[in-house]
């Protein structure tokens, strides 16, 4: 009797392996990394979008006292 796993594909050579894999059986690729890149996007994304809302309210800022200034 076996055990069914869970199966996924390499994201290098598109063989199915375990998904709980940390290298593939194939290609011998290092799939640790692919879990640490996902959380540095995310936390690349993150900074870009509040500095974005930043960027924003400080253009308001100034385009409000430009106008208030100018009255």
């Known amino acids: 009797m076996t055990v069914a796993r869970k199966q996924s594909k390499c ?12 290298r593939c059986k194939h290609c011998h690729a290092d799939l ?10 995310l936390n690349n ?5 509040l ?13 409000y006292f430009w106008l208030s200034g100018a009255g």
């Open 11 to 22: 994201p290098y050579c598109f063989e199915t392996i375990a998904e709980e894999a940390t």
């Open 32 to 41: 640790s990394k692919k879990k640490k890149k996902l959380f540095a996007n």
């Open 45 to 49: 994304f993150r900074i870009g979008f």
């Open 51 to 63: 500095s974005g809302i930043l960027f924003t309210l400080i253009i308001w800022a100034l385009f």
